[in-house]
Structures are given as C-alpha cells and as structure tokens.
C-alpha cells in the first residue's frame, strides 16, 4: 500500500504570441504548466517543482524551461496552484485545533 509519495500534474495551456521557436523562428507557441507536489494518501501536501513547456504550433519542436521561466501570467497564478497546499492547510489546522482543545 502506498501512503505516501510524489505526483505531478498538468494544468491548463496558453497561446503565447510573444515567443518565437528556437528551431523553426515561427511566432506562436503554446506555454504548458506541469507541477510536482509531495502527497501523503493522495491528499496534496506541497508543491516542490514547477516546469513550463513550450511548444510550437509549427514544427512541434518542445522546450523544456524549469519554474516559472517566462511563464504567461495566469499559468502559474494562485487560483491554479492553492489546491496542491491542500494537506498543509490541513494539518496546520488539526495543529491550532489540538492547541486550542488543550487549553480547555
């Protein structure tokens, strides 16, 4: 059984017009978001790695970019990344619950 481990994810995929393909030179690139996180009974516990892919409309050629390189604003914003700091969330809370029932 597996009670803990690591996952990743891919989000959502933006349309760049900004960036040009290193191997073709045509504008027009589509930006993927892939985050790896640490989970705990497949409750999300933090995020430890964040990748961004680009890929062009063109050629297909692929680029792969560690963190947030460059990145389309609302690739990596907090409304997509909150749900991956779930667990956290969670166990600091049963933590200011157990405190707060200790002191009655």
């Given at each position: 059984?597996?009670?803990?481990?690591?996952?990743?994810?891919?989000?959502?995929?933006?349309?760049?017009?900004?960036?040009?393909?290193?191997?073709?030179?045509?504008?027009?690139?589509?930006?993927?978001?892939?985050?790896?996180?640490?989970?705990?009974?497949?409750i999300p516990l933090f995020l430890?790695?964040?990748?961004?892919?680009?890929?062009?409309?063109?050629?297909?050629?692929?680029?792969?970019?560690?963190?947030?390189?460059?990145?389309?604003?609302?690739?990596?914003?907090?409304?997509?990344?909150?749900?991956?700091?779930?667990?956290?969330?969670?166990?600091?809370g049963l933590v200011a619950l157990?405190?707060?029932?200790?002191?009655?």
């Amino acid at each position: 059984m597996i009670i803990y481990g690591t996952r990743q994810k891919k989000l959502k995929t933006y349309e760049t017009n900004t960036d040009t393909c290193e191997a073709c030179g045509h504008e027009g690139q589509l930006a993927l978001g892939v985050v790896r996180y640490f989970h705990v009974f497949w409750i999300p516990l933090f995020l430890y790695k964040v990748i961004t892919f680009y890929r062009c409309t063109h050629c297909q050629h692929t680029l792969e970019r560690e963190g947030k390189y460059n990145a389309p604003n609302n690739l990596f914003s907090l409304k997509n990344t909150w749900p991956y700091y779930f667990g956290l969330f969670l166990v600091l809370g049963l933590v200011a619950l157990g405190m707060i029932a200790s002191l009655f």
